[in-house]
T-cell receptor
């Protein structure tokens, strides 16, 4: 099983709607979870991290973590065209100083 | 302003050539990483290094080697480039125990013909 899975295909949302992205991970000992945004042709940039179960909000972004079910999600409220990008889920491997990344989900916000 | 610099943004190399991808960071970070990114496959870790002259294999080390002679520089080497190594290569660095504070370079687009 891959360490980090993001299975849904490209997501198209109308401007102003909520975009919802999901990610599952295999290592139950993982403690740190991250969401990166990557614009086409650019390097990833960190937008959210979460360590504890529950929700964490930062502006229009909310990360949700459920360690029992081993999933982490990202909600983008009031989606804007500038949110059109690929979103990468990453998990810090337990006992290790490296991140494992999912394959990413493309989000397209339609004006 | 923190910076991870990849010296070559776009390269075209021939099959069998030896290829060097250079990465320099100016943040005195202990950890450095090389990833490759392919459509539909996400970021896959090739090699990483925790300190000078130290290296660890990542998920896909075959066909690659690395060198870290100085703390600020981490080089990725393709001993004999092949067409399946056509990809975008990302270098990154982070402080020793704060992998959440990872900084990426701008990427190097390598085409092997």
């Amino acid at each position: 099983q891959k360490e980090v899975e993001q299975n849904s295909g490209p997501l198209s949302v109308p401007e102003g709607a909520i975009a919802s992205l999901n990610c599952t991970y295999s290592d139950r000992g993982s403690q740190s979870f991250f969401w990166y945004r990557q614009y086409s042709g650019k390097s990833p940039e960190l937008i959210m991290f979460i360590y504890s179960n529950g929700d964490k909000e930062d502006g229009r972004f909310t990360a949700q973590l459920n360690k029992a079910s081993q999933y982490v999600s990202l909600l983008i409220r009031d989606s804007q065209p500038s949110d059109s990008a690929t979103y990468l889920c990453a998990v810090r491997i337990y006992g290790n100083n490296r991140l494992a990344f999912g394959k990413g989900n493309q989000v397209v916000v339609i004006p | 302003d923190v910076k991870v610099t990849q010296s070559s943004r776009y390269l075209v190399k021939r099959t069998g050539e030896k290829v060097f991808l250079e990465c320099v960071q100016d943040m005195d970070h202990e950890n450095m990483f090389w990833y490759r990114q392919d459509p539909g496959l996400g970021l896959r870790l090739i090699y990483f290094s925790y300190d000078v002259k130290m290296k660890e294999k990542g998920d896909i080390p075959e066909g690659y080697s690395v060198s870290r002679e100085k703390k600020e520089r981490f080089s990725l080497i393709l001993e004999s480039a092949s067409t399946n190594q056509t990809s975008m290569y990302l270098c990154a660095s982070s402080p020793r125990d704060r992998v959440n504070t990872i900084y990426f370079g701008e990427g190097s687009w390598l085409t092997v013909v």
